[in-house]
């Protein structure tokens, strides 16, 4: 299992450098590799920082990476899920992995950071279940059934 670092990851998903790009695929095409979370968290941070990429555009393409037969993505429901968070809110990469720990593999966060919080107690509380009928409509149809 091979291991890709940023930098390899980021001339593929860039394709800047034809050369490093090439060498990039005949890995790919000749070795069974693996996306660690450490890894992508600085692939997120130069497609934003460096390469002025927007959010959106940086989770289609690591997504699409990531379903690459050859790449095994360590903990991929955890990324998935931080790189939804990174999609829906302001929160850096890596604030949105932590959360995903939280939600998805039960782990509690210790932090001060005040955003991360509200997305943590945000993702925390169950959901509602909508009603298939209003209280209303329920009750006259409880009534019509006495009646018959």
């Known amino acids: 299992m091979l291991i890709l670092d940023a930098n390899m990851i980021l001339r593929f998903l860039l394709n800047d450098n034809e050369e490093m790009t090439n060498i990039v695929v005949s890995v790919l095409e000749n070795n069974d590799t693996i996306l660690l979370p450490e890894v992508l968290a600085e692939v997120v941070y130069v497609m934003n920082k460096t390469y002025k990429r927007t959010r959106e555009y ?48 039960g782990y509690e966060i210790g932090t001060f950071d005040n955003k991360l919080l509200k997305l943590i107690q945000r993702e925390s509380e ?4 909508p009603n298939d009928k209003p209280k209303e409509e329920t009750e006259t149809n409880s009534e019509d059934s006495q009646t018959e």
């Open 58 to 105: 940086t989770v289609n393409i690591i997504t699409a990476f990531m379903d690459i037969p050859a790449i095994k993505t360590e903990k991929k429901k955890i990324v998935t899920k931080g790189l939804q968070y990174f999609a829906d809110t302001s929160l850096d990469f890596v604030d949105c992995l932590l959360c995903a720990y939280h939600t998805e593999a």
């Open 126 to 129: 169950p959901e509602e279940e």
